[in-house]
């Protein structure tokens, strides 16, 4: 088994990669930075999107697995005191069983940003989001090619279900889970009066639909994907769809996605 973990560098993070590094040498875990099949991501929620862009080019042909030195995250469902565990089970030794994971997939979203100076692919693992940097962005929504909306407000927040949870739920957004393969569209402030419109909720798109967002003034915009910040200010348009990439977790015990909600949200 070729593995490699990425930590969050706060001191807790480090001391458990080391420890993770021993224990998995003690049981023949191979360390492959290059092409590892299961990657480790130890620290936080913000760690595993990190892990998730550090290895964005093999996402076929790898599984994450995450562990939280804090609360509770929705990517990371090991405690740090269960690391040898963890290795144990990777490693296949022990009374522990099934030695195989449960190989669980989420959609992602796949982004094109075409701006006046060119045209880039994206792909997330939570969400995009779209603000103005100097006030109201003005942009046109279109789904499927036909206009939706003219928008103005502070932004919009495109999602995937597994991140559907993280800043679409501040929005209002619903959560999704994610065997559903959907992208969520979620207003950030929108101005709604007698002359400005726009839907007010949130919508689910199906995977073979597609979102089309236009920049509609000349703007100073900022876009994230993720955790990454891209400042633009030549924008033309975002192509929004579900993409046809999954990301994949290994998973050694259940951990359903409602009961994660529960844990993280209410109990
Ligand atoms: P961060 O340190 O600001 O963390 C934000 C919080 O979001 C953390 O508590 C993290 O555990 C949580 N989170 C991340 N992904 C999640 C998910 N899929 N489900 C539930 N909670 C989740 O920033 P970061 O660690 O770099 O993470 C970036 C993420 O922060 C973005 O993808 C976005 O979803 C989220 N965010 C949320 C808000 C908001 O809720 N108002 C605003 C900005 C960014």
């Given at each position: 088994m070729r593995y490699y973990v990425l930590d969050r560098g706060d001191p807790l993070s480090i001391n458990l990669a080391e420890k993770f590094h021993k224990l998995a040498a003690e049981r023949d875990l191979q360390l492959d930075?290059?092409?590892?099949?299961i990657v480790i991501s130890i620290g936080g929620d913000g760690t595993m999107l990190h892990a998730f862009h550090t290895f964005i080019d093999q996402i076929p042909n790898l599984a994450f697995v995450g562990v939280h030195t804090?609360?509770?995250g929705f990517y990371a469902d090991w405690q740090a005191e269960e690391l040898s565990t963890l290795v144990d089970y990777m490693a296949g030794i022990g009374d522990i069983k099934p030695h195989k994971p449960r190989i669980v997939q989420y959609p992602l979203l796949e982004l094109e940003i075409h701006k006046k100076s060119g045209t880039t692919s994206h792909i997330a693992l939570n969400e995009f989001t779209l603000k103005g940097v100097d006030g109201t962005v003005v942009i046109q929504i279109d789904i499927n090619d036909v206009t939706f909306e003219m928008f103005r407000g502070d932004g919009i927040c495109i999602s995937t279900p597994s991140g559907s949870t993280a800043y679409n739920k501040s929005l209002g957004g619903a959560m999704v889970h994610p065997s559903i393969e959907a992208l969520q569209i979620a207003e950030i402030a929108s101005i709604n009066n007698r002359v400005f419109r726009t839907m007010g909720s949130p919508l689910l798109l199906p995977k073979h639909h597609h979102c089309d967002i236009f920049s509609r003034k000349e703007q100073r915009l900022l876009l994230t994907i993720d955790h990454n910040n891209i400042p633009v200010d030549d924008l033309i348009s975002v192509r929004c769809q579900v993409s046809d990439k999954k990301i994949s977790f290994a998973r050694y015990r259940p951990f359903p996605f409602w009961n994660r909600v529960r844990e993280a949200f209410l109990v």
């Open positions: 930075a290059k092409s590892p099949e804090g609360h509770l």
